[in-house]
Nanobody, 128 residues
């Protein structure tokens, strides 16, 4: 059974930075495409970024391009989301997701239904 554990959330002022991490255990990490989603209060869960199994393909939504970077370390079974120049609209619970069948080509966002394994989330709060 796959287990995903997020870490690195917190509270920062606008313009600040945070790095989220997601650790996968219980299965072979390199079999899984990985993604970050976020959910703000009263809003639906939103795709943020995804990375392919070998890390060669990534996709980030337009609103975070140039500010966020998704990466993975297949030697440490971890994925990260480096978030710079954070803005109040980035405030949300951020979730790590994984699936062996999801395909990250790098030209489109992925629906949450493509991912069957989820972490519990980590809170990111950005104040103005």
């Amino acid at each position: 059974q796959v287990q995903l554990v997020e870490s690195g959330g917190g509270s920062v002022q606008a313009g600040g930075s945070l790095t989220l991490s997601c650790a996968l255990s219980g299965r072979t990490f390199t079999r899984y495409a990985m993604a970050w989603f976020r959910q703000a209060p009263g809003e639906e869960r939103e795709f943020v970024a995804a990375i392919s199994r070998n890390g060669m393909n990534t996709y980030l939504i337009q609103s975070v391009k140039g500010r966020f970077t998704i990466a993975r370390d297949n030697t440490k079974n971890t994925m990260s989301l480096q978030m710079n120049n954070l803005q109040p609209e980035d405030t949300a619970v951020y979730y790590c997701a994984a699936d062996v069948l999801a395909v990250v080509i790098g030209n489109r966002p992925l629906p949450s239904s493509d991912f069957r394994s989820w972490g519990r989330g980590t809170q990111v709060t950005v104040s103005s």
